[in-house]
């Protein structure tokens, strides 16, 4: 199921217990003692970050499945940390080895972070804060079998981030990828309700989809519905690019939203009512769209206000899917107007022009 480990961090006896979270989801992901250890000093990193430089913030660890970014059996530890503070002047400065602008800072870092991590990203606006996203995948053995490629032939890239009602231990929301030449498929469920129930149809509905990846949005969502039908049901939105004719498919049955950014411009796509597993329309329409160079699609729970604003730097395609998904999530609620339900982002983008590190924002 979809665990989540969501820890405000407002002073610094917060960090131990973002750093406890970090063992915890490495041991519930079967991660070995490097590993783990790589982990903890990143969480325990970036909640000192927050406290020390940004007033404040959370931090949120999920498990990413082995088809996002890991070619091992077991699941990355995903950190993610969040905040509304002044953002960094200068990124690329903050991200090298050993710097840091506070005296009783660990000194590890945003560069070591990175260096240690599996996968790292940031992005920081000045005045709007800051998103890191770090990935820590189980250690290989030196000359031990390397990991398939993962990103599509084209590079496209996926990712999202979770989080739970009241800091709940577990999600309804989910979201699973499945790449099959030439197709990429994104999905992002939201199980009905909250606790452990809905995150049984949400997990049933990640699973089911590896078995029918092959077939168009509708035809997987009918799939889905014959196997959710043990359970109390979902929304569910799937997006399939494929990569052959740069065509993207949308098709969602439930409170599913989808936007896709081309060319600096939003546009909705629109799932029809219904419940996958309880009461599936009759019909299912089909949004075909190209997908361009530049394109953004963004996928969200009804955990997110209905109103939410699309972020307006366009230079954020560039980054990690996740730390796009976690700026979404962060822009859509605050202190002064939580979130009020299950929230999740899931997001897909094309493989990055630049370095985003090598650019100042």
């Known amino acids: 199921m979809s665990r989540v480990w969501d820890i405000p961090v407002q002073d610094s006896t917060r960090v131990r217990d973002v750093r406890v979270a970090a063992e915890a989801a490495c041991a519930d992901a079967g991660l070995d003692a490097h590993s783990t250890a790589v982990a903890a000093l990143v969480a325990t990193e970036l909640g000192t970050n927050l406290v020390k430089h940004a007033g404040g913030g959370r931090v949120l660890i999920n498990l990413a499945a082995p088809s996002d970014t890991c070619a091992e059996d077991v699941p990355c530890v995903q950190i993610a940390s969040l905040d509304h503070g002044p953002g960094i002047d200068n990124v690329p400065a903050a991200m090298r080895d050993g710097h840091t602008t506070a005296p009783s800072s660990l000194g590890a870092g945003l560069g070591t972070c990175r260096r240690v991590s599996s996968e790292f990203d940031l992005h920081s606006r000045p005045g709007r804060g800051t998103v890191a996203v770090a990935r820590i995948a189980p250690a290989r053995a030196p000359g031990g079998p390397q990991p398939p490629e993962v990103l599509s032939r084209t590079g496209t890239r996926a990712g999202g ?22 197709r990429v498929t994104l999905m992002l469920v939201d199980g009905l309700g909250h606790g452990e129930k809905a995150a049984q149809a949400s997990t049933a509905a990640v699973e089911e989809l590896r078995r029918c990846a092959d077939l168009p949005p509708a035809e997987i969502l009918r799939h889905l519905h014959a196997a959710l039908r043990a359970t109390r ?109 299950d929230a999740s982002v899931a997001v897909l983008t094309p493989a990055p022009r630049t370095d985003p590190h090598d650019r100042i924002p």
């Open 161 to 182: 981030i979770t989080t739970s009602l009241a800091h709940a231990e577990h999600s309804g929301d989910a979201f699973g990828l499945v790449r099959s030449w030439p």
């Open 233 to 341: 049901g979902a929304a569910v939105g799937v997006a399939q690019l494929d990569e052959d004719s740069d065509r993207l498919s949308f098709a969602g049955v439930g409170n599913i939203g989808a936007r896709l950014c081309t060319d600096g411009a939003w546009r909705p796509l629109i799932s029809h009512p219904g419940i996958v597993g309880a009461h599936f329309p009759a019909t299912v329409p089909l949004t075909a769209t190209d997908w361009a160079p530049d394109s953004l699609l963004v996928l969200h729970s009804d955990g997110l206000p209905s109103r939410w604003a699309p972020p307006g730097d366009p230079r954020l395609v560039v980054h990690d899917p996740a730390v796009v998904a976690a700026v979404v999530l962060r822009d859509a609620g605050s202190a002064a107007r939580p979130l009020r339900d």
